[in-house]
């Protein structure tokens, strides 16, 4: 392998960028004009069907797994779970089967020292609002190796060969693991440093502007957020250099909110600053992995219990979870002008939280390891909160740690409130509420054993490891900081 | 869960450990006679038995598969790999299955402020040589639930409960990828600050004692050889506080030799002094992951084809491979006084070893990332060369890259060699010739896409979070530092 060229610590450079709103191209209003005319341009038209209506696509015999003819994409099968983790123990699911590791990426380059993120207007047919803006490139193996028959994804090629670019973050990072089996993509940042070919769904964004943009509802997709939670942040590396107040000093800081200056902090901070060391925190999720089992084993969709399938949907018999429905999509701006494919459709909205507060003057956020049955090793680590459905569990009676905090928090506790999408292109209409809440360093708060405090620092430490599941990511990319 | 006391980084301390062979109990001649004498105290026999000699032990009738009565333990079952990772894309082979997480940790304490190690001698049926120096605990689930029936192992309280002790390392660690299916263990290092009562076959020892004594063959056994090579050790974070040169200074590091202060500059340099960044080896790791991939289907033993078995053992029908036995063992010193159990047999040594160069007057270790059937993640950071059967395979013509460096090496280029048993409760007489050889800066090495190098401090920061495979462990246990 030609070794790739050492780089200078971009952290601090995406730190600037994210404090940036400033675009020397086009301002956050002229930007909204141009999406919101890529939307007028875009007409797209998504139906659901009934799954006979489905081309490529078909129930196998056998199995009644549902399948595309390729052999290629994905399959919606069953698992069967036990686990001695959680108050359900023994359960069947229809879950999304899909092997191959595709590729999440963004380009960046740097406009007056300042990096910029290739952001793409894109429809993806499970989004309500169809077009969001997302990745350079979102591209599955099926996708580059091009079982479509159509185009291969624009700027790839960046992303494929070392030579083209310099690749700043390069991570296996997981999807979800109650909807899919032991699924990652692989979350790339690459930077150029020549002028490379704008296409016309395309356009330069400062990370302080696309966090602003974070703050709406439904604008930036699931993939984007997952690849902007990998970007790296100066964390006690960078600064071994200067001192933490230097740092803040120089990045002008002080005109941040209280939060935001805080989360600096919680970025900076050094081991000694934390509730917890790193060899602590790696110990308590030992002793979890250790306690904690799940066995997951695959089984023929038609044999999953309590799930019933109509030629509309296939769906719990009783609960409103989440169904399997088949959709026809209409659409210019695809690899293929029109395609039917399967959907899991979401009724419920559902909420993804964090809980922050001051230990000993530092930032915290409050994450809990979760077992959940597509997770490659079992376990991984998620937000305070992280539910679907949250109005059924509710009426159920379910307990669910920490929810009411989020629901009943006042005002004056919310640092981030917006709704947000999972993935277009295997969710149907997928909501979850992401919130930040602050509580007061005085709060107590007793922890059950999966739950721990961490600093941003640490989160974003585990994070590049693998530990950190997409709601915990989709999360971390929507805090932003605040003048 | 009650969190645990924030500690002091005790990284320095075992520094200080390593670099100590004075010891205020018993100098290591001391040690030594003491060990001698524990050898003469227990009287063991191991004998090969017919698989029909086997209590408890019998053969599945569906599948074929050695099981034990109890449902606990392991069982030798077949796999059926299919990979797209180097010469051999598609075999059947027995392997291991002990799904349970085991314990093997070691109790520190501090001696005038130097930490001690809590070693035991300990007899294994699989020992060449019986007893061998091994961890405080070393006790698999079956262990400590008693299916035994035996007592239960002294000192686990100190592992199974945080009042107890100060958990110092805790870390899921992974044993042989070609011989277990999934395996791992809880590597534990607990600190006591108070006395406790020092049983029969075990005696404080400091880490550089334990480091004289791994340059003998087979003396440290493969569980404690795991849990060493976790110790902390201070890297760049620790030396933050003050500079490398005066961390040398105190530390009193002038008098030792050049190869050992080579290894801790390597251990302690910042990230820009190293050949790649932490982000740069894990887009080395990533692609890797993306671009290869294994999967692993477990077989009835009955079934792995090109296997055979007789009433002594069940063995490759060509080739000169690992092979099933059963074995009989009467000792005073194990949880219960006699039993019988299969074992693995490994005919040929195999060879284990680093690479060592200084790239830019910084050492550097030349690791591989390799595909192995029971890996839980397909693939994991082994030593530069890791092969079984050494000499079977070049007389195949196997080309194992770097493979001549080491059966040629000179002399003046050997840093480390030794003999070392792996573990001798699953594994009868596998022995590894475990080296470390140094090659000059201005010697040019190409290097095959899945070998890196990487600094010591950097080895261990990745070693903290599983990447290390048991190979690549066992030889860092093994590197000491020499006045």
Same mark, same amino acid.
């Given at each position: 392998?030609?070794?790739?060229?050492?780089?200078?610590?971009?952290?601090?450079? &995406?730190?600037?960028?994210?404090?940036?709103?400033?675009?020397?191209?086009?301002?956050?209003?002229?930007?909204?004009?141009?999406?919101?005319?890529?939307?007028?341009?875009?007409? &797209?038209?998504?139906?659901? @069907?009934?799954?006979?209506?489905?081309?490529?696509?078909?129930?196998? +015999?056998?199995?009644?797994?549902?399948?595309?003819?390729?052999?290629? &994409?994905?399959?919606?099968?069953?698992?069967? @779970?036990?686990?001695?983790?959680?108050?359900?123990?023994?359960?069947?699911?229809?879950?999304?089967?899909?092997?191959?590791?595709?590729?999440?990426?963004?380009?960046?380059?740097?406009?007056?020292?300042?990096?910029?993120?290739?952001?793409?207007?894109?429809?993806?047919?499970?989004?309500?609002?169809?077009?969001?803006?997302?990745?350079?490139?979102?591209?599955?193996?099926?996708?580059?190796?091009?079982?479509?028959?159509?185009?291969?994804?624009?700027?790839?090629?960046? &992303?494929?060969?070392?030579?083209?670019?310099?690749? $700043?973050?390069?991570?296996?990072?997981?999807?979800?693991?109650?909807?899919?089996?032991?699924?990652?993509?692989?979350?790339? @940042?690459?930077?150029?440093?020549?002028?490379?070919? @704008?296409?016309?769904?395309?356009?330069?964004?400062?990370?302080?502007?696309?966090?602003?943009?974070?703050? +709406?509802?439904?604008?930036?997709?699931?993939?984007?957020?997952?690849? $902007?939670?990998?970007?790296?942040?100066?964390?006690?590396?960078?600064?071994? +250099?200067?001192?933490?107040?230097?740092?803040?000093?120089?990045?002008?800081?002080?005109?941040?909110?209280?939060?935001?200056?805080?989360?600096?902090?919680?970025?900076?901070?050094?081991?000694?600053?934390?509730?917890?060391?790193?060899?602590?925190?790696?110990?308590?999720?030992?002793?979890?992995?250790?306690?904690?089992?799940?066995?997951? #084993?695959? *089984?023929?969709?038609?044999?999953?219990?309590?799930?019933?399938?109509?030629?509309?949907?296939?769906?719990?018999?009783?609960?409103?979870?989440?169904?399997?429905?088949?959709?026809?999509? #209409?659409?210019?701006?695809?690899?293929?002008?029109?395609?039917?494919?399967?959907?899991?459709?979401?009724?419920?909205?559902?909420?993804?939280?964090?809980?922050?507060?001051?230990?000993?003057?530092?930032?915290?956020?409050?994450?809990?390891?979760?077992? #959940?049955?597509?997770?490659?090793?079992?376990?991984?680590?998620?937000?305070?909160?992280?539910?679907?459905?949250?109005?059924?569990?509710?009426?159920?009676?379910?307990?669910?740690?920490?929810?009411?905090?989020?629901?009943?928090?006042?005002?004056?506790?919310?640092?981030?409130?917006?709704?947000?999408?999972?993935?277009?292109?295997?969710?149907?209409?997928?909501?979850?509420?992401?919130?930040? *809440?602050?509580?007061?360093?005085?709060?107590?708060?007793?922890?059950?054993?999966?739950?721990?405090?961490?600093?941003?620092?640490?989160?974003?430490?585990?994070?590049?490891?693998?530990?950190?599941?997409?709601?915990?990511?989709?999360?971390?990319?929507?805090?932003?900081?605040?003048?």
């Amino acid at each position: 392998m030609s070794q790739p060229v050492k780089s200078v610590s971009p952290a601090k450079d &995406f730190l600037l960028s994210a404090l940036s709103e400033e675009n020397c191209f086009q301002n956050t209003e002229a930007f909204k004009n141009w999406f919101s005319r890529k939307k007028q341009d875009n007409r &797209f038209s998504v139906k659901q @069907i009934p799954f006979s209506f489905l081309q490529q696509w078909y129930f196998e +015999e056998e199995t009644q797994n549902l399948k595309h003819a390729s052999g290629r &994409f994905f399959t919606i099968e069953g698992i069967r @779970i036990h686990t001695n983790f959680g108050p359900t123990q023994c359960w069947e699911q229809p879950i999304i089967n899909q092997p191959e590791i595709g590729i999440l990426g963004i380009i960046t380059r740097k406009f007056d020292g300042v990096p910029y993120f290739l952001m793409q207007a894109k429809m993806e047919p499970g989004n309500v609002n169809l077009l969001q803006l997302s990745p350079t490139v979102q591209a599955t193996k099926s996708n580059f190796t091009q079982v479509h028959g159509g185009r291969l994804p624009p700027y790839l090629e960046y &992303f494929l060969d070392r030579k083209k670019s310099h690749y $700043l973050i390069d991570q296996l990072q997981t999807e979800q693991g109650g909807r899919f089996l032991r699924k990652r993509n692989r979350n790339m @940042i690459v930077a150029v440093d020549h002028e490379i070919e @704008i296409l016309d769904d395309f356009c330069w964004l400062t990370l302080g502007q696309i966090k602003k943009l974070l703050k +709406e509802d439904n604008f930036v997709n699931m993939d984007a957020r997952t690849v $902007l939670a990998c970007v790296p942040m100066p964390g006690r590396d960078v600064s071994r +250099e200067q001192s933490i107040d230097d740092m803040m000093h120089e990045l002008n800081t002080s005109s941040l909110d209280d939060f935001s200056q805080s989360l600096l902090e919680s970025l900076f901070c050094h081991e000694e600053s934390a509730c917890l060391t790193t060899a602590e925190i790696i110990s308590w999720f030992t002793e979890l992995k250790t306690k904690y089992h799940m066995t997951v #084993e695959r *089984i023929p969709l038609k044999n999953v219990k309590q799930w019933k399938r109509t030629n509309m949907e296939i769906s719990h018999e009783e609960h409103p979870l989440f169904s399997v429905i088949a959709v026809s999509v #209409e659409a210019g701006t695809r690899e293929v002008f029109s395609w039917t494919q399967p959907l899991l459709k979401e009724p419920q909205q559902g909420l993804l939280g964090f809980i922050a507060k001051k230990i000993d003057g530092i930032l915290h956020l409050l994450m809990q390891a979760k077992v #959940e049955p597509g997770n490659i090793d079992s376990i991984e680590i998620a937000p305070t909160v992280s539910c679907s459905a949250v109005n059924f569990k509710r009426q159920q009676g379910y307990h669910i740690p920490f929810l009411d905090y989020f629901l009943n928090a006042a005002p004056q506790q919310i640092r981030y409130s917006a709704i947000q999408s999972e993935e277009g292109g295997r969710f149907y209409h997928f909501l979850n509420r992401n919130m930040v *809440i602050e509580l007061e360093e005085s709060d107590k708060i007793d922890l059950p054993e999966n739950y721990i405090w961490m600093t941003l620092g640490q989160v974003m430490e585990f994070l590049k490891h693998g530990y950190m599941n997409i709601d915990a990511r989709t999360l971390l990319a929507c805090i932003g900081f605040k003048h």
